[in-house]
């Protein structure tokens, strides 16, 4: 706890308002969560938006028809605070369809992402406002904490080895952009939405949009504590191989309903070689329109190359564990390192 003491009153975390703009000219900027069974972690993370320095903000919270204490708790908050707004799901929709009602519902000209467990650091938003200049969306490093608010690592991208992404084939590839860490332009969020039907998570597709239409800014220090437990723990896909099969194949329904929408007409080639190699790591072999050779003509090809040999189905499974378990405990190394 002593290194977020510290964090909290570094020198990046004093903003002041510039001197030719006044606290009633800063625009509205709404934040969109979205809930579900969350009553464990919510209040702190309600009480770390409202406690933001930026002073001009709603927040709108979807919840998914949860089952404990988090409606209760959730109608406190919007009984107490004029700019705390509710939607309740009648049934069951899932985190992106949440998100999407959330963000579909925001006022403001700016949207940031919060997930129901995480801790924003007083001047998040407003850091994050002060620096996205002309980019469509802009995202933060992460302290992560474990469930009693204890540090376990000063730095989310230091910790996972995530390096910085440019360009529309670096974010088809893998994602660095969490939904807890973003803001967004409202002119994303129109263009984006509705999601299409079929993807798996928002915050992959809104930073795929973003590059599409113009570019992401990165603010390199940690302006929020990211929570690990139970239900979020960063390296959940490091599993067994069955659970890396059934990954590789959700990866490719949502490449597949990507394609389907046909929102990015521009990566048209690059998004179906990703969902046929996605299908291959699943299938075992590839059965594609392009030839495998194909992959070495996208950004990071290589890679899915030596993958799709590594897990592709004449081996046997016994094999393919084998090589999943060795990259496995290399990644865990690293992170450890």
Known sequence: MAFISLLRNSFFMKSNFSENQSESDLPLISVAMATYNGDRYLEEQIDSILSQTYPNLEIVICDDLSRDSTREILQRYEKAHDNVSLIFNSENKGVVRSFETAISLCKGDFIALSDQDDIFLPEKIFELYRHIGDAYLIHCDSVLIDSKGNTLHPSYFAYSKTKDKHVFTDYLLGNNVTGNSVLIRKELARFSLPFPKGIRMHDHYLALAACYLGKIEFFDLPLQLYRQHDKNVIGANLGNFDTFLKESRKGYLSDHSILRAGIFPKYKKEIELQRDFKRAIFK??????????????????????????????????????????????????????
């Open 284 to 337: 075992g072999k590839w059965k594609s329109r392009y030839s495998l050779l194909k992959l070495l003509d996208v950004p990071g090809g290589k890679k899915m190359m030596v993958y799709y040999f590594l897990f592709c189905g004449f081996w046997g499974d016994p094999i393919r564990n084998l090589f999943y378990s060795l990259l496995t405990s290399m990644k865990k190394t690293k992170q450890s390192a």
